[in-house]
Nanobody, 126 residues
Framework: EVQLVESGGGLVQAGGSLRLSCAASGFTFDDYAIGWFRQAPGKEREGVSCINSSDDSTYYFTHYADSVKGRFTISSDNAKNTVYLQMNSLKPEDTAVYYC?????????WGKGDYWGQGTQVTVSS
C-alpha cells in the first residue's frame, strides 16, 4: 500500500520556523520526484518545491519561487524514504495546508502527482 504521511505542521508566530516531514512507503522511492504543495483558504493548491529522489536535485515551482526561495529548503533522507521542507522566517501568508506528493518523473516534468498525502496544517500568526 502506497502511503505518504506528512507531519510537523502547527501554529507558529511570524518569523518562526517549522520542519515538515513526508514519510513515503509502498513504492520505489528513488524512482520518484517528491513535491511539496500548499493550499491556502479559498485558493487552489499550488506547488512549492520538489526534489528528485534519484539525485537530490531540487526545484522550486514557478508560482511560489520568489516568495519562498531563501526561506524554504527541501531535502531528502533516502535511507528513511523521507522528504523534509524546512521553513524559516515564516509569514502569515504562508498559512495553508501543506501536502506532499510523489510522481514517477522528474521535478521539471511534474504532472498531477501519482500519490498524495493527507496534508498538514501550518498556521502563522502575525
Amino acid at each position: 500500500e502506497v502511503q505518504l504521511v506528512e507531519s510537523g505542521g502547527g501554529l507558529v508566530q511570524a518569523g518562526g520556523s517549522l520542519r515538515l516531514s513526508c514519510a513515503a512507503s509502498g513504492f520505489t522511492f528513488d524512482d520518484y520526484a517528491i513535491g511539496w504543495f500548499r493550499q491556502a483558504p479559498g485558493k487552489e493548491r499550488e506547488g512549492v518545491s520538489c526534489i528528485n529522489s534519484s539525485d537530490d536535485s531540487t526545484y522550486y515551482f514557478t508560482h511560489y519561487a520568489d516568495s519562498v526561495k531563501g526561506r524554504f529548503t527541501i531535502s531528502s533522507d533516502n535511507a528513511k524514504n523521507t522528504v523534509y521542507l524546512q521553513m524559516n522566517s515564516l509569514k502569515p501568508e504562508d498559512t495553508a495546508v501543506y501536502y506532499c506528493a510523489a510522481e514517477r518523473t522528474t521535478c521539471t516534468g511534474w504532472g498531477k502527482g501519482d500519490y498524495w498525502g493527507q496534508g498538514t496544517q501550518v498556521t502563522v500568526s502575525s
